[in-house]
Each structure stands twice: as structure tokens, then as C-alpha cells.
């Protein structure tokens, strides 16, 4: 199946047509910073949170790696610019990407990159991984985010084991394709943050991803 689930909490009610809007120049569709305000609390509302461990936790990594922040007015347009190459290497996959805000969500279901019950990334996929490495590191001046998640098909404690294992074979596999480590920290959800019924295979499939969240670093992180 090909997935259209875009965003974690894409699948909950509270995210309607009235929440997003349409860029003019593109003709994408994106979630409106209105709307970010009132889904909060839908499924998935931890994307709309901080980044994992916190910016301040983070500085100290992304200091040591000597990489600077980006001045508040270009913040937009460098996101901009990342979001549209990103968009063109994934053309034609079932990789999604949103734009929320000032960031960024990379969607991929966990049927193109892994085998059933595997954390290792199938070698068809790598190609497309490559791609989106390889504007991860061009773009550098971002925080990278790598969420794994689960149907809830086994035990809690094995999905939740599965969903890290997932999370950190993606981060791995970006570190050797000129990803800086001191940008990237990982997740595992397991089965705690479903997009679908899990009482049906398609809704299953779709629980089944890993996400990528990419903040821009801000100068203002990176200032004592």
C-alpha cells in the first residue's frame, strides 16, 4: 500500500482542510500556524513539541561540531530552500514531507526501508536514504530528530525496543552520509503513537515509520 499519512497526527480528527493552507508558489499543502495551536493535544502532538533532550541539552554537541545558527529573518528562506530540494530528491517515493512552521517532517513508512521484525535498513532503500542525506548535510544548520514507531501487533515492551532499534539504524545510517552525529538524537515511540486503526493491515502499515524532524538551529540557541 502506499501510504499517505504525512504527519503523525495527520490521521486524528482534530487536524482538518480548515488547518492547512496552501502555498501560493508551490501548491503545497501545509499545516497553518494558527492551527498549530489547536491540536496540541491530537495523536502525535509530540511533534509539535521541543526536540529531544532540549535545545539547551543540545548546544553543547552542536558547539563542539562547529556549526552556527541561522539569524532570525533567514531562518525561512533557508527552510525554504532545504524543504523544496528535499521535496525533489524524494519525488516519486513513498516518502512524505510536511512543512510545519519552521520546520520540517519527513515521513517513511517502515514497509520501504525495513523487512518485518528488522531494524536494518533494506538495501533498495538506501538509495533514496542517500538522497536525503545528502540534503541533510548540505543544510546543515539544523537539528535532526529521528522518531520510530510501531503497529501494536507483540508486546509493548518489544514494539517500544523495535521503534529505538529503527530510530537509531536511520541515524546511523545518516552519520556515514556526511550527517554531523552532534545533530542527530533518536526516539522510539513504539506502539504509543498510532496514525491509524491498528485493527486492519493498511492501518497497521501506516503505524509502521519512522520520522525525520528537522529544526533549523537558531543563532539564538547557540549564543551564550
Same mark, same amino acid.
Given at each position: 500500500?502506499?501510504? $499517505?499519512?504525512?504527519?503523525?497526527? @495527520?490521521?486524528?480528527?482534530?487536524? *482538518?482542510?480548515?488547518a492547512?493552507?496552501?502555498?501560493?508558489? *508551490?501548491?503545497?499543502?501545509?499545516?497553518? !500556524? =494558527?492551527?498549530?495551536g &489547536?491540536?496540541?493535544?491530537?495523536? #502525535?502532538g509530540?511533534?509539535?513539541?521541543?526536540?529531544? %533532550? %532540549?535545545r539547551r541539552?543540545?548546544?553543547? !554537541?552542536i558547539?563542539? +561540531?562547529?556549526?552556527? #545558527?541561522?539569524? &532570525?529573518? @533567514?531562518?525561512?528562506?533557508y527552510?525554504?530552500?532545504q524543504?523544496?530540494?528535499?521535496? /525533489?530528491?524524494? @519525488?516519486?517515493?513513498?516518502v512524505?514531507?510536511?512543512?510545519?512552521?519552521?520546520?520540517?517532517?519527513?515521513?517513511?513508512?517502515?514497509?520501504?526501508?525495513?523487512?518485518?521484525?528488522?531494524? +536494518?535498513?533494506?538495501?533498495?532503500f538506501?538509495?533514496t536514504?542517500?538522497?536525503?542525506?545528502g540534503?541533510? +548535510?548540505?543544510y546543515?544548520?539544523?537539528?535532526?530528530?529521528?522518531y520510530?514507531?510501531?503497529?501494536?501487533? %507483540?508486546?509493548? /515492551?518489544?514494539?517500544?525496543?523495535?521503534?529505538?532499534?529503527?530510530?537509531r539504524?536511520? @541515524?546511523?545510517?545518516?552519520? *556515514?552520509? #556526511?550527517?554531523?552525529? =552532534?545533530?542527530?538524537?533518536? !526516539?522510539?515511540? %513504539?506502539?504509543?503513537?498510532?496514525?491509524?486503526?491498528n485493527? *486492519?493491515?493498511?492501518g497497521? +502499515?501506516?503505524?509502521?515509520?519512522?520520522?525525520? $524532524?528537522?529544526?533549523?538551529?537558531?543563532?539564538?540557541?547557540?549564543? #551564550?
Amino acid at each position: 500500500m502506499r501510504s $499517505k499519512v504525512v504527519l503523525s497526527f @495527520a490521521a486524528s480528527a482534530a487536524l *482538518t482542510t480548515a488547518a492547512c493552507t496552501t502555498d501560493p508558489e *508551490t501548491g503545497e499543502r501545509r499545516i497553518s !500556524r =494558527a492551527a498549530i495551536g &489547536g491540536i496540541g493535544g491530537a495523536v #502525535g502532538g509530540y511533534l509539535l513539541g521541543d526536540l529531544v %533532550g %532540549g535545545r539547551r541539552d543540545r548546544t553543547e !554537541r552542536i558547539l563542539g +561540531a562547529g556549526i552556527g #545558527g541561522i539569524a &532570525g529573518a @533567514a531562518i525561512g528562506s533557508y527552510m525554504d530552500r532545504q524543504e523544496q530540494e528535499l521535496r /525533489q530528491r524524494t @519525488a516519486g517515493t513513498d516518502v512524505q514531507v510536511t512543512r510545519q512552521g519552521d520546520d520540517l517532517i519527513l515521513n517513511i513508512p517502515s514497509g520501504i526501508n525495513f523487512d518485518y521484525n528488522s531494524a +536494518a535498513i533494506r538495501p533498495e532503500f538506501r538509495t533514496t536514504l542517500d538522497q536525503v542525506a545528502g540534503t541533510l +548535510a548540505q543544510y546543515n544548520q539544523t537539528y535532526i530528530d529521528v522518531y520510530g514507531h510501531t503497529d501494536a501487533t %507483540g508486546s509493548d /515492551q518489544y514494539n517500544q525496543g523495535l521503534s529505538e532499534r529503527r530510530a537509531r539504524s536511520v @541515524a546511523d545510517y545518516l552519520s *556515514t552520509r #556526511g550527517v554531523s552525529p =552532534a545533530r542527530v538524537a533518536t !526516539r522510539g515511540f %513504539g506502539e504509543t503513537q498510532p496514525v491509524a486503526p491498528n485493527d *486492519t493491515p493498511d492501518g497497521q +502499515a501506516a503505524n509502521r515509520r519512522v520520522e525525520i $524532524k528537522v529544526v533549523p538551529i537558531q543563532q539564538n540557541d547557540v549564543q #551564550g
